[in-house]
């Protein structure tokens, strides 16, 4: 059984003041307060002075909006880093203060604040801070060339000394490697987006044996790779080239693999952890006959999806902390972003989560094929296989996108990854057209793909 999510609209409570009208008695004198005559020689104020007033005037504000980054003041300049073609780089987190004794109100819109160049602002900003008050305003890099990138973050407001202006920096870096795997050990690795391909190999073109990889991540360092048939196989590679076979007869096959900042999750009925992908710790929880497909890192929780609608979740690996279903239908991947986590599977079926995986809504989406894969980029979730890709800004409200049977399997950027067999395609319009990237060369399909830096 899914529930719904809920939505919970607030509303603004505004208050006025009334004046008296005129010629309204004025109010009766305190009988305490002993009355001054006319014709005193000290004349007395209308009204008491604040309870603050020393009886020097106030100091004016000068400055109305002070920025800094880690408690450090901005002294005209933002470094945000090095981050790589169609890649992001960390944001970098600003804090908004007013030192002043008014409200400060940001000017313009948003997109007026920043110059030229590949910078963008994580989230919309508070458009009031009070007296004393403070907000945080997050700044990326999204460079399209290598080498430096400047622009500038301009902040309007209507209090002294506005508005705030600060040089950006960045530079541009390498491409981001792009590992595929799959059946048969079929591993596929490019350096350039898909230019030139550095690693093309695989061991059998017979289907389901011990060496069929079913997921893929990328963590410490490390990408990772997980399978197995007969018993737990992985393999880890430093650059997606070179690779380290492991296995373990007490593992049972390996669903899919996630990380989470600080560690590796796998899924293999029972959680896996590790630190760095080659040693694991067996975590605990209740066996569910639903075997598991996909797992991904939801920001505070690993999520598992599965057979017959499961879904687990778990913050460490330590033990499956939830075990539900979502639905009835086979859900064979999982993504995350945006606050949303949506899976898909058999007969259409999407589920979507709002609240990390506790709750979630199913619906089936597409003329009722199966969808096989899940991205989620700078455009949305994009959802494909059985011939249809459809995308959605929110994970619930859905268009079709294409007729194509192109799965997609990575993003970064505007580019997004997808295979179609053994084949390799690339769109950089949200999935509505595909540039061939890498034909068939009649060996195993592709199951997974991972670009290094993403979990």
């Known amino acids: 059984m899914s529930r719904g999510i809920a939505l919970l609209s607030l509303g603004l409570l505004a ?77 970098v987190r600003l804090t908004l203060e007013n030192p002043c004794p008014e409200p400060l109100g940001l000017l313009g819109h948003p997109d007026e604040w ?59 870096a390498d491409p981001l490697p792009l590992v595929l795997v799959g059946e048969g050990r079929r591993v596929s690795t490019t350096l350039d987006y898909g230019g030139t391909w550095v690693h093309d190999t695989w061991e059998t073109l017979e289907a389901h044996t011990d060496v069929m990889q079913r997921g893929a991540c990328h963590g410490a360092g490390t990408f ?39 560690r590796f999750v796998a899924a293999a009925g029972v959680p896996l952890s590790s630190p760095d992908g080659i040693v694991w710790t067996v975590g605990t929880g209740g066996w569910n006959p639903d075997h598991l497909r996909a797992i991904t890192w939801a920001g505070s929780h690993f999520i598992a999806v599965g057979d017959n609608g499961r879904v687990v979740r778990t913050e460490d690996g330590a033990a499956w902390t939830t ?40 619906q089936t989406v597409g003329s009722g094929h199966a969808w096989s894969g899940v991205t989620h980029g700078r455009d949305g979730f994009l959802i494909g296989g059985g011939g249809e890709l459809c995308g959605s800004v929110d994970g619930v409200t859905w268009r079709l996108v294409n007729a194509s049977g192109v799965v997609p399997m990575a993003t970064t950027g505007p580019f997004t990854f997808g295979t179609q067999g053994d084949t390799v395609h690339r769109s950089q319009d949200g999935g509505f057209t595909w540039t061939e990237l890498k034909p068939s060369a009649g060996g195993p399909g592709y199951a997974a793909a991972v670009l290094e830096g993403q979990p």
């Not at 949506?342 to 506790?358: H, R």
């Open 114 to 172: 920043l110059g030229s160049g590949p910078f963008a602002l994580a989230e919309l900003p508070p458009v009031r801070i009070e007296p004393g008050g403070s907000a945080e305003l997050g700044v990326r890099f999204s460079p399209e060339t290598s080498g430096p990138h400047t622009g500038a973050l301009v902040l309007p407001h209507d209090l002294p000394g506005s508005p705030f202006v600060a040089e950006l920096t960045g530079t541009g």
């Open 15 to 91: 208050c006025s003041s009334v004046p008296r009208p005129t010629g309204d008695p004025a109010p009766a004198a305190d009988p305490g307060t002993p009355r001054v005559p006319a014709d005193s020689a000290e004349p007395q104020p209308d009204t008491a002075p604040p309870s603050w007033d020393t009886g020097e005037p106030p100091t004016p504000c000068t400055t109305g909006l002070v920025v800094s980054v880690s408690d450090d003041p901005v002294d005209g300049s933002i470094d945000l880093g090095e981050a790589p073609i169609f890649g992001s780089s960390d944001t």
């Open 323 to 362: 075990d539900t279903h979502a639905g009835t239908a086979d859900l064979r991947d999982v993504a995350a972003g945006a606050g949303r986590v949506v899976a898909v599977g058999e007969g259409g079926a999407v589920a979507t989560s709002a609240d990390d995986g506790e709750t979630w809504t199913v």
């Open 224 to 262: 990772l790779s997980v399978g197995g048939s007969a018993e737990g196989r992985w393999w880890t590679s430093p650059d997606g080239v070179a690779w380290q076979d492991h296995r373990d007869p007490d593992l049972g096959a390996i669903a899919g693999c996630a990380w989470g900042g600080t």
